[in-house]
């Protein structure tokens, strides 16, 4: 029986380990699901054994937002791309509130490896880099959806707001990409980052302020061309002009020009994390 763990061709981890056993015996090859489920299920639990803080107190947070926007203006009902401020803030602030979710959750994993000494446990298992990669990934992205689809279901109970999804796949496909993202430079941070002081500088600094002013709180078409152009330059605004789509049927900008623009940053995104990996930058130092 020959076995060839990743510790003895160094610290490349590109693919999936080759594991040569007498017939009859498990081999792993190509992708190894068992693991990739193993650690996703693993990420998912972390957040879900305190889904009071991890979904529950996030869509809380979002939901003031409305509440206080619905509760200032009072009488004073605005249209804002043919329907009222309210309808119009909602789709925005449901998928902020799951793209900043997605971040907290992925930018936590690899951090607080490295700080309490447990990075071993992602970088020994029998697992690539890019499985890896998408066990964080989509874990990040499974808590955005159920932290989006909490703030959802509560704006539907609260009055005056109207939260029907009218383009299903618009509300899918944005929904997944902002999260994404946000998911990509969430483990882009926790594999740079030394410190909780780093990550919050990139959450206050980065991701807080480009999600609170892409559009979410008003129309990018009332700014001017100058802001215009900032705005449009803002991968956010994307993320939540297509959201928003998918709900009331309009949009800041052309919304399968958004849909490419976020799968290209994704894609780029993606490999630079994967290299990230793969150099073992900051993780095996």
Request: glycine residues 8%.
């Amino acid at each position: 029986m020959t076995i060839h763990h990743k510790s003895d061709i160094g610290p490349d981890r590109d693919a999936s380990p080759v594991v040569q056993l007498p017939d009859g015996e498990r081999h792993i090859r190509n992708v190894n699901w068992i693991g990739l489920q193993t650690l996703y299920m693993k990420e998912v639990r972390r957040f879900f054994k305190v889904q009071m803080q991890t979904v529950w107190a996030p869509a809380i947070t979002t939901l003031l937002y409305l509440i206080i926007f619905t509760v200032a203006l009072g009488s004073v009902k605005p249209q804002v791309l043919g329907v009222p401020f309210a309808d119009f803030i909602a789709p925005g602030l449901i998928i902020m509130g799951m793209m900043q979710n997605a971040f907290a959750n992925s930018s936590f994993s690899l951090l607080v490896g490295k700080m309490q000494g447990t990075i071993v446990d992602y970088l020994m298992p029998p697992l690539s880099n890019a499985e890896v990669l998408a066990a964080l990934t989509f874990a990040a992205v499974t808590r955005a959806f159920l932290v989006g689809g909490t703030i959802w279901l509560a704006m539907l109970l609260w009055p005056g707001v109207h939260v029907t999804p009218l383009h299903m796949w618009a509300i899918l496909w944005f929904g997944l990409m902002g999260s994404m993202m946000l998911a990509l430079i969430g483990v882009m941070t926790s594999i740079w980052a030394e410190k909780f002081d780093h990550a919050a500088v990139v959450s206050n600094f980065v991701v807080a302020p480009a999600a609170l002013l892409s559009g979410t709180f008003y129309s990018v078409d009332k700014l001017a061309p100058t802001f215009q152009a900032i705005s449009h330059a803002n991968p956010f605004f994307y993320a939540i002009s297509g959201f928003r789509y998918g709900f009331i049927g309009a949009a800041d900008s052309p919304v399968i020009f958004g849909a490419i623009v976020l799968l290209g940053l994704n894609i780029v995104l993606g490999t630079i994390c994967y290299l990230l990996l793969r150099s073992g930058w900051k993780l095996r130092s």
